[in-house]
């Protein structure tokens, strides 16, 4: 009985077949950074392993050209 309960619920993919992961869709990479500024894993995001790497790169290059930040220092 738990188990088909657990199957039924389906949750809504993190990312839309319609966004693509890039470094210029601000809105779409904070989403799987932390508020220290940290890259959430794979498993917190369910991201398959190919788009925990683009979205990795992603926030790699969004922080070096200062579109998101490293850390966040707000205490």
């Known amino acids: ?3 088909s309960k657990r199957s039924s619920r389906r949750r809504m993919p993190p ?3 319609g966004e693509i992961i890039d470094y210029k869709n ?7 950074v932390s508020e220290q500024g940290k ?3 794979r498993r917190m995001n369910r991201l398959t392993s190919k788009q925990q790497r683009l979205l990795t ?3 790699k290059r969004a922080r070096v050209l200062a579109l998101l ?3 966040n220092n707000e205490n």
Do not use: D
């Open 1 to 3: 009985m738990n188990k």
């Open 15 to 17: 990312i839309r077949s």
């Open 26 to 32: 601000i809105s779409l990479l904070r989403r799987f």
């Open 39 to 41: 890259i959430l894993s």
């Open 57 to 59: 790169i992603a926030i």
């Open 69 to 71: 930040p490293f850390l």
